[in-house]
């Protein structure tokens, strides 16, 4: 009995302890407040602010304080800290000067259901804890597959990003081929040097690696080279190796190159091949005629990647994986657990964590419904052919200011360099570069294609208008005429 009293009375000294955790509603309105206040000045004060700063590259002191050391810390000292060590340093892509890389996004209405989805913090795992969340997120699989044309049982999973989508399509496409060890190095996958990083990391991880890679050499468009393709297939086909991924880009990370992906549906189909397309920066252009026009054939897709992060301007965090053949993506990740046996229900959806490797996850879907719902599609397309339109009058403008381009540009991504007669031009094409870094109001990145030294325009952000655009011409005019 005394033992009891003992441990009843250790636990509520505990519960007295943690009390801190539960914000009592008038201090949630204090904070709530301060939070406020520090993203609306983030947000009004934007234009002003730079899309680079060279700043906090080098440890300083004053990043002591992001130390868990046990001190407690008030809220608007907090935010301060943030404001001066993370908001101020480095690349900013809230900004819509950000026009390197690809562009990020970061619509406001996607904050408010972030923050909304933290509050309630359903488990959007699995349909048994959360039907409502697992069905939001299933009307969204459902949205995107029919912008890719995909006409019946497809599925997909809103996943963290690109990276992890292309992983998952990768492990579904070893499933759907029933590949074991053994016929590891006899399986050929063909991709292009234009490919994203993020494809042979996902190779690596699954242990795909070791499959015969061939680099399919471009066309002078930067799209894949099919008459190489078809010929490298054959010769593979005639040494008794197995064809097994065709790796399509759907807008190419470097310059924005969209494959021709109606001809390539078409040879995979002919050879048996498992067709991906990796449309994480071009996917959301589907929303556009213009898009619709360049990614026709995108439906033949046995795997499709697009990223919200990207073409649909959401905060970092949200990318989506759509696998034609739903079997596939559940064969591939589907697991029983035991304490998962309640889960199994009559009105069957299929569950976040049946088609995909994670289990207790955020509920993403939120911060893309909630801004499509409340928005409409509308302005999210207009914002897309925006960003096209863009790219051509950059691409035209950049010209007349004497500057070498690659091709017109598919979607909203320029390739463009400044020829010199004699010296060192990628030193000097650098050189302009470091300048308008140096500057910051714009950022525009680089990217090296057959050692040549490119620069690159990418319009996505959802805050790069005309302004922005004429000032890096106006920067870059500057530039050449020193
Ligand atoms: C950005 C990108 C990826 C990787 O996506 P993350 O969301 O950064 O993980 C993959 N492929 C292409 C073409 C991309 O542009």
Same mark, same amino acid.
């Given at each position: 009995?005394?033992?009891?009293?003992?441990?009843?009375?250790?636990?509520?000294?505990?519960?007295?302890?943690?009390?801190?955790?539960?914000?009592?509603?008038?201090?949630?309105?204090?904070?709530?407040? $301060?939070?406020?206040?520090?993203?609306?000045?983030?947000?009004?004060?934007?234009?002003?602010?730079?899309?680079?700063?060279?700043?906090?590259?080098?440890?300083?002191?004053?990043?002591?304080?992001?130390?868990?050391?046990?001190?407690?810390?008030?809220?608007?000292?907090?935010?301060?800290?943030?404001?001066?060590?993370?908001?101020?340093?480095?690349?900013?892509?809230?900004?819509?000067?950000?026009?390197?890389?690809?562009?990020?996004?970061?619509?406001?209405?996607? +904050?408010?259901?972030?923050?909304?989805?933290?509050?309630?913090?359903? @488990?959007?795992?699995?349909?048994? +804890?959360?039907?409502?969340?697992?069905?939001?997120?299933?009307?969204?699989?459902?949205?995107?597959?029919?912008?890719?044309?995909?006409?019946?049982?497809?599925?997909?999973?809103?996943?963290?990003?690109?990276?992890?989508?292309?992983?998952?399509?990768?492990?579904?496409?070893?499933?759907?081929?029933?590949?074991?060890?053994?016929?590891?190095?006899?399986?050929?996958?063909?991709?292009?040097?234009?490919?994203?990083?993020?494809?042979?990391?996902?190779?690596?991880?699954?242990?795909?690696?070791?499959?015969?890679?061939?680099?399919?050499?471009?066309?002078?468009?930067?799209?894949?080279?099919?008459?190489?393709?078809?010929?490298?297939?054959?010769?593979?086909?005639? $040494?008794?190796?197995?064809?097994?991924?065709?790796?399509?880009?759907?807008?190419?990370?470097?310059?924005?190159?969209?494959?021709?992906?109606?001809?390539?549906?078409?040879?995979?189909?002919?050879?048996?091949?498992?067709?991906?397309?990796?449309?994480?920066?071009?996917?959301?252009?589907?929303?556009?005629?213009?898009?619709?026009?360049?990614?026709?054939?995108?439906?033949?897709?046995?795997?499709?990647?697009?990223?919200?992060?990207?073409?649909?301007?959401?905060?970092?965090?949200?990318?989506?994986?759509?696998?034609?053949?739903?079997?596939?993506?559940?064969?591939?990740?589907?697991?029983?657990?035991?304490?998962?046996?309640?889960?199994?229900?009559?009105?069957?959806?299929?569950?976040?964590?049946?088609?995909?490797?994670?289990?207790?996850?955020?509920?993403?879907?939120?911060?893309?419904?909630?801004?499509?719902?409340?928005?409409?599609?509308?302005?999210?397309?207009?914002?897309?052919? $925006?960003?096209?339109?863009?790219?051509?009058?950059?691409?035209?403008?950049?010209?007349?200011?004497?500057?070498?381009?690659?091709?017109?540009?598919?979607?909203?991504?320029?390739?463009?360099? @400044?020829?010199?007669? $004699?010296?060192?031009?990628?030193?000097?094409?650098?050189?302009?570069?470091?300048?308008?870094?140096?500057?910051?109001?714009?950022?525009?990145?680089?990217?090296?294609?057959?050692?040549?030294?490119?620069?690159?325009?990418?319009?996505?952000?959802?805050?790069?208008?005309?302004?922005?655009?004429?000032?890096?011409?106006?920067?870059?005019?500057?530039?050449?005429?020193?």
């Amino acid at each position: 009995m005394t033992n009891s009293s003992a441990l009843i009375s250790t636990i509520k000294k505990l519960e007295t302890e943690s009390l801190p955790l539960e914000v009592p509603a008038q201090q949630r309105a204090t904070l709530l407040k $301060e939070v406020d206040r520090y993203t609306d000045t983030f947000l009004n004060t934007l234009p002003q602010q730079k899309a680079y700063n060279k700043e906090g590259y080098e440890r300083t002191e004053a990043d002591d304080a992001f130390e868990i050391n046990g001190d407690q810390i008030q809220l608007d000292d907090l935010i301060q800290l943030l404001q001066e060590r993370v908001d101020n340093t480095g690349l900013n892509p809230a900004s819509g000067g950000h026009l390197g890389y690809i562009p990020a996004g970061g619509i406001y209405t996607s +904050a408010l259901a972030d923050y909304i989805a933290a509050v309630t913090n359903r @488990y959007s795992g699995v349909f048994y +804890a959360s039907p409502g969340a697992v069905r939001i997120e299933n009307v969204l699989i459902r949205w995107i597959g029919k912008l890719i044309g995909y006409s019946e049982n497809f599925g997909g999973n809103i996943t963290s990003g690109g990276s992890l989508a292309n992983l998952i399509s990768i492990a579904a496409a070893r499933t759907a081929f029933k590949l074991k060890g053994v016929d590891i190095k006899s399986s050929v996958i063909y991709i292009c040097q234009q490919a994203h990083h993020s494809i042979l990391k996902a190779l690596k991880l699954t242990g795909l690696d070791e499959c015969i890679i061939r680099v399919i050499d471009l066309d002078p468009f930067y799209r894949m080279d099919l008459q190489i393709l078809r010929k490298q297939i054959e010769r593979d086909r005639a $040494e008794g190796l197995r064809p097994f991924i065709l790796f399509a880009n759907a807008g190419s990370t470097d310059v924005g190159a969209v494959d021709p992906l109606e001809e390539m549906g078409t040879i995979a189909k002919e050879y048996q091949l498992w067709f991906h397309v990796d449309a994480a920066y071009g996917g959301f252009f589907l929303m556009t005629e213009e898009g619709r026009k360049k990614m026709k054939g995108i439906n033949q897709a046995d795997s499709v990647i697009l990223d919200p992060h990207k073409g649909l301007f959401l905060p970092y965090g949200s990318g989506m994986v759509m696998v034609k053949n739903v079997q596939h993506l559940f064969e591939a990740n589907n697991f029983d657990a035991n304490y998962m046996q309640d889960s199994v229900g009559e009105n069957f959806e299929y569950s976040p964590a049946q088609l995909s490797p994670e289990l207790s996850r955020h509920f993403r879907g939120l911060r893309m419904w909630l801004p499509l719902k409340l928005h409409g599609p509308k302005p999210f397309a207009a914002c897309l052919d $925006e960003k096209i339109l863009l790219a051509r009058y950059f691409y035209e403008k950049v010209k007349k200011i004497g500057f070498q381009t690659g091709p017109e540009p598919d979607l909203s991504i320029v390739i463009f360099w @400044y020829e010199l007669t $004699e010296g060192n031009a990628n030193e000097y094409n650098k050189n302009i570069i470091t300048k308008i870094q140096h500057d910051g109001r714009v950022f525009i990145s680089s990217t090296l294609i057959k050692e040549k030294f490119l620069m690159r325009f990418a319009a996505l952000s959802f805050r790069t208008h005309l302004k922005q655009v004429d000032l890096l011409l106006s920067l870059l005019e500057e530039s050449v005429q020193k």
